[in-house]
């Protein structure tokens, strides 16, 4: 009877240790280190868990604990449990962003200062981290699908007649065109740094890219000096032939890397729309009289077009925020 | 007092026993005897609450078994000692461990006490030195006596043996029957022995009933039965069965 | 033609009747076997007993079994995830699989066939030999004496040797990961931290907890209403590990369906 309750008790206990410690140690709780907690408020957590690691500049240094919506609905807290030893960067904020395409979500502590664009949120308590949840592809293809739909419509407008103040919007807009192109290419430039495997291939096709952007550049230029009065039909031609060139290297390009061709989708889309601009024009009345019929159209895109700019400039700074979606 | 009347019993579609009527009196030791498969098992669970009548009363010390509850139900059993067909000794227990589960049951009973009663019961037996044996270590005639030691170690007012020397050799079957008569000396049980052996139930029974189709065919005194005229039991009792032709 | 189609019809009905009654009778069993836990006096002492029999006499083939599973999950993984999916995924799947599904499962299975047959043939034995009758007759109620210290004794051991068993398929798992395939501890502990949550090894005890109680009912159950000698002892056997093996996959579905 006796030996019975120690061999009982041996089993039992032994499976409580191995389930408990065991559950604390994949949860990341080492017994060798002390950890302090701190605090971040956020305006949404995304799909980050309960648990998820902590990084600081790539090094895992501590485990989420405790995500709860504050009192007032406006804000999430989230607690991290981050290791006693590690010195946090003085205007530390946090960063949620996915990990890998399977959907684990982390965070990590960034300076504030080298991210001047994100948009943390503000505590009013000093001892607690300003949080950001970097925005998903979604949402950059959100936006691009607007200023593809503001450019439609834009054409769309081509048969009405435009006034003096219409035209001088419309050059605004052709301009911002062109400096989104050159920075798709620069991104695309970008991604291609951040992801090894691709080199040659896609160095060929980015420097196409590039001569294509260039080209586009001129013509838009061109565009502009027409507004003044000039010849219609060459111009438009080549802005086509421009469009045509620039879509097909997008296509090699999405062939080369999924990751790179949902990046670059939207500047294939709003090319699709440059090209139709081109094809309205030379099949219209033959003249610019008809281009555009309000000028709210035009403002809308530029404040997206802004919008996407400044995306795109965060992009080609922090490519690896961005890359890891598409890439392990 | 044991009392049944007019007790039903069917499993299924096969009837066992219809209308059965008998007496158990205080004091005095009946010898149920009947045919193989007559039912006399049957009867004897009926008293202690193991199977409940499909119709008909079973009472004991005036008290109808099927109505009590559970707790008066579990004294009605220490009140009885059961000893089966064969032995159904706890087959993972010592002997001596057998015998203390009834004392077990009683409340108030020291360690000491059960262990000292278990060993006089089995010292009644005449198995004194083998407490520590299991029971698939023993032969089949200490097995029945290690199977009356545990029925009577709760000193029960009403011993109820179901074939007690059923596959003995003779030698074996007399001390049974002089063990069975000496309990009834020394505890003052009343006995209700269920045998076909005849020679058991003339020796310690003081009346004896014929189990026969469900019922009880004849009743008396050991000298009536042996002489009785009835056919069928005289087909029993001579090991005759070409009389019961002669009544089919 | 017609009247084989009305045999076929009433052999069905009969056979669903006859399974009902069935699930009626071991529901007054269990009945009887609740209401017995008032009698602490019969069976407080042989709990331990049971536990020993069932559960630590079972550590052996459960973490057997487990050993061999942890090493074939990480194998058919790393073969599985050549190439497409990143190589740390082993060790979520051997530790996803091991903890949630195949440690529970597999565990209650070899004790459905170690345990339950064992207690439907010693209470088989108990039974046609009178020996349940006996206890009876001495004023114990076999509910409390028999089943409940048996069904308490899987309701505990069962969990506790489903998460040693479930334990060791993962340490298994890794060392074939770091052995076999070419894979660095960090990386197996990655992809073992990566969808672990501790609602998983709740889930394995409920789990293993219902089957415990699964494997040693139906096993007293099937010992109980056993009839008709030593081939009935076998028959009773039979049926306990059938019918626990099928009630646990079925448990299997139902809690995922219910608490995943
Ligand atoms: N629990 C039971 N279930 C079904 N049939 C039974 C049961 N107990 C006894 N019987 C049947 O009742 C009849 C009488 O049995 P029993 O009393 O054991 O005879 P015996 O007079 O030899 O002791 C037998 O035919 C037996 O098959
Ligand atoms: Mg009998």
């Given at each position: 009877m006796r030996r019975n309750e120690v061999w009982v008790g041996v089993v039992i206990l032994l499976s409580v240790v191995v389930a408990v410690v065991g559950s604390f140690w994949l949860r990341?709780?080492?017994?060798t280190r002390g950890t302090t907690t701190v605090e971040a408020l956020f305006s949404g957590v995304g799909?980050?868990?309960?648990?998820a690691s902590v990084k600081l500049r790539g090094v895992t240094i501590g485990r989420v604990n405790g995500i709860a919506v504050e009192p007032d609905g406006t804000a999430v807290r989230v607690g991290l449990a981050i290791n006693a030893d590690v010195q946090l960067p003085a205007d530390a904020a946090v960063l949620i962003a996915p990990?890998?395409?399977?959907?684990?979500w982390g965070a990590e502590i960034v300076s504030r200062s080298a991210n001047p664009r994100l948009d943390f949120f503000e505590p009013s308590d000093p001892g607690v981290l300003p949080g950001f949840s970097i925005p998903d592809l979604s949402r950059l293809t959100a936006t691009a699908d607007e200023i593809a739909d503001n450019l439609a419509t834009i054409t769309d407008r081509v048969e009405v007649a435009f006034t003096q103040e219409t035209a001088e919007n419309l050059r605004l807009v052709i301009e911002n065109v062109g400096r989104v192109s050159e920075q798709v290419a620069e991104l695309a430039d970008a991604q291609i740094g951040a992801v090894e495997e691709l080199v040659d291939n896609v160095r060929t096709s980015t420097r196409e890219v590039e001569a294509a952007a260039a080209l586009a550049t001129r013509t838009l230029g061109e565009v502009e000096r027409l507004?003044?009065?000039?010849?219609v039909d060459s111009i438009v031609g080549d802005t086509r032939v421009t469009a045509a060139e620039f879509r097909r290297l997008a296509t090699d390009l999405r062939e080369t890397t999924t990751g790179l061709s949902t990046t670059l989708q939207y500047a294939d889309s709003t090319l699709v729309r440059f090209e139709r601009i081109g094809r309205e024009l030379e099949t219209?009345?033959?003249?610019?009289?008809?281009?555009?019929?309000?000028?709210t159209v035009a403002v809308q895109t530029q404040s997206v077009l802004t919008q996407l700019t400044l995306l795109l400039e965060d992009f080609r700074e922090n490519p690896g925020r961005y890359v890891r979606l598409s890439i392990f | 007092m044991i009392r049944l009347r007019g007790v039903h019993k069917a499993f299924g579609e096969k009837a066992?026993?219809?209308?059965f009527d008998l007496a158990v009196p205080r004091g005095g030791t009946v010898a149920l005897i009947g045919a193989s498969g007559a039912g006399k098992s049957v009867v004897l669970k009926h008293i202690v609450g193991l199977l409940a009548a499909d119709q008909g009363s079973v009472s004991v010390d005036g008290r109808e078994v099927a109505e009590l509850d559970q707790e008066a139900l579990y004294a009605l059993r220490r009140r009885v000692g059961y000893v089966f067909q064969f032995a159904?000794?706890?087959?993972?227990?010592?002997l001596a461990h057998n015998v203390e589960m009834g004392l077990r049951?009683?409340?108030?009973?020291?360690r000491r006490d059960i262990r000292r009663r278990a060993a006089e019961c089995l010292e009644l037996v005449d198995?004194?030195?083998?407490?520590?044996?299991?029971?698939?270590?023993?032969s089949g005639g200490q097995r029945k006596r290690a199977g009356i030691a545990r029925a009577i170690a709760t000193r029960p007012r009403y011993l109820l043996y179901d074939e007690?020397?059923?596959?003995?050799d003779p030698v074996t079957t007399t001390v049974i029957g002089r063990l069975i008569l000496r309990l009834r000396e020394e505890i003052g049980a009343t006995g209700l022995v269920v045998t076909h052996d005849l020679g058991t139930a003339y020796e310690v029974a003081d009346s004896m009933a014929f189990l026969h189709d469900g019922r009880v065919r004849a009743h008396g005194a050991p000298g009536e039965i042996r002489i009785s005229a009835d056919p069928v039991v005289k087909s029993f009792i001579e090991g005759a069965?070409?009389?019961m032709e002669t009544i089919a | 033609m017609a009247g084989k189609t009305l045999d076929f019809v009433g052999a069905t009905g009969r056979a669903a009747l006859r399974f009902a009654a069935t699930v009626g009778e071991w529901g007054v069993l269990m009945q009887d076997t609740i209401r017995g836990l008032r009698a602490v006096r019969i069976w407080g002492g042989l709990v331990f007993e049971q536990m020993m029999r069932i559960g630590v006499a079972s550590v052996p083939i459960a973490l057997f079994i487990a050993a061999f599973t942890g090493i074939v999950l990480a194998l058919q993984a790393s073969y599985t995830f050549t190439?497409?999916?990143?190589?740390?995924?082993v060790g979520s799947l051997v530790g996803k699989t091991m903890i949630i599904e195949l440690g529970p499962v597999l565990t209650g299975l070899a004790l459905a066939g170690r345990v339950g047959a064992s207690i439907a043939a010693e209470l088989g034995t108990m039974r046609v030999t009178e020996q349940i009758d006996a206890l009876e007759t001495m004023a114990y109620d076999p509910a409390a004496y028999l089943v409940l210290p048996r069904v308490l004794a899987g309701a505990v051991m069962f969990p506790a040797v489903t998460l040693l068993a479930s334990s060791l398929g993962i340490v298994a798992g890794w060392l074939t990961a770091i052995q076999l395939l070419e894979m660095s501890t960090p990386e197996f502990v990655r992809g073992l931290e990566t969808?672990?949550?501790p609602f998983d090894v709740v889930f394995s005890v409920i789990k293993s907890f219902s089957f415990g109680l699964t494997v040693t009912s139906l096993g007293c159950f099937f010992g109980f209403r056993t009839r008709g000698g030593a081939a009935g002892v076998g028959r009773a056997a039979t049926s306990a590990v059938v019918a626990s093996s099928m009630v646990i996959l079925v448990f299997d579905a139902f809690w995922a369906a219910v608490l995943l």
């Open positions: 990341g709780y080492r017994l799909q980050l868990p309960d648990g990990e890998s395409m399977f959907g684990d507004l003044s009065g000039g010849v219209g009345e033959g003249t610019l009289a008809h281009l555009l019929a309000d000028s | 066992v026993l219809k209308g159904a000794l706890f087959d993972s227990m010592t049951r009683i409340p108030g009973l020291s198995l004194g030195g083998l407490g520590d044996r299991y029971p698939a270590e023993i007690p020397t059923t596959g003995l069965p070409e009389l | 190439g497409a999916v990143p190589v740390y995924l969808f672990f949550v």
